[in-house]
């Protein structure tokens, strides 16, 4: 096994640790029944978006200031892997308001902030595969990920900013037992570990499908511009 594969092997057996926890550790909601250990795995699906659309946000704005290649590939990387987690904590958030609210959906603050957070990232991904390859459309696609990042503390705060039917934050107010706590946090743990292998494995995919760079390109690199004098 390379390190890929051990990473991967470790953070799936943190996951099943992580589910371990949520089912055997932490005690059932006296309100809600089984339905709310759907709870540790939305929210901490949502805080691993959170990171991977800042990983975005970083690599953008390191591309944009630098034209760094790799900083390229890991905004690409992280918004692939943010998307996933973004529509798990959707598809999970759904299967908790059917029997809770019953609806799979409303046109919530938050609800309706997660999906466009969901609409600019897919939108970001469209863009990359779509545009001819190259300077300009990685500019592009830059811009779009600082500027879509805007949107998360939207998501976050938006409980708080607005009016909703969506329960508001439970950890700053110390509204878990001790065991429901520390089950999230174990849960929030596994699943940054796994988004953290998730992008490195990531990265690798694309580094790998970018190819070798050019010897003509270091050249370039290297003195700065096609205009400049021939390397010696």
């Known amino acids: 096994m390379n390190r890929y594969e051990k990473a991967a092997?470790?953070?799936v057996a943190l996951m099943v640790l992580a589910a371990g926890a949520i089912f055997l550790f932490a005690p059932t909601d006296a309100l809600q029944g089984p339905v709310q250990r759907i709870f540790y795995l939305h929210v901490s699906s949502a805080i691993a978006a959170y990171g991977c659309f800042a990983v975005v946000l970083l690599g953008g704005a390191i591309y944009l200031r630098s034209e760094?290649?790799?900083a390229d590939r890991l905004a690409r990387a992280g918004a692939?892997?943010?998307?996933?987690?973004?529509?798990?904590?959707?598809?999970?958030?759904?299967?908790?308001a059917k029997p809770i609210w019953g609806a799979f959906w409303t046109?919530?603050?938050?609800?309706?902030?997660t999906l466009v957070l969901w609409i600019i990232y897919a939108g970001y991904l469209l863009v990359r595969r779509l545009a001819e390859p190259g300077r300009q459309a990685a500019r592009f696609a830059a811009v779009v990920g600082i500027f879509g990042f805007v949107d998360v503390p939207v998501v976050h705060f938006s409980v708080t900013w607005w009016r909703t039917v969506h329960p508001g934050p439970v950890i700053v107010n110390d509204a878990l037992p001790p065991e429901m706590l520390a089950t999230f946090l174990f849960t929030m743990a596994c699943t940054l570990a796994l988004a953290t292998v998730m992008i490195a494995i990531r990265y690798r995919l694309e580094?790998?499908?970018a190819g070798p760079v050019p010897e003509a390109a270091k050249v370039v690199a290297a003195v700065g511009s096609p205009d400049a004098e021939p390397v010696r």
């Open 9 to 11: 092997a470790a953070a």
């Open 68 to 70: 760094n290649l790799a």
């Open 80 to 96: 692939v892997v943010g998307l996933v987690f973004t529509t798990v904590c959707l598809v999970m958030g759904m299967l908790w």
């Open 107 to 113: 046109w919530d603050a938050r609800l309706t902030s």
């Open 207 to 209: 580094t790998l499908a």
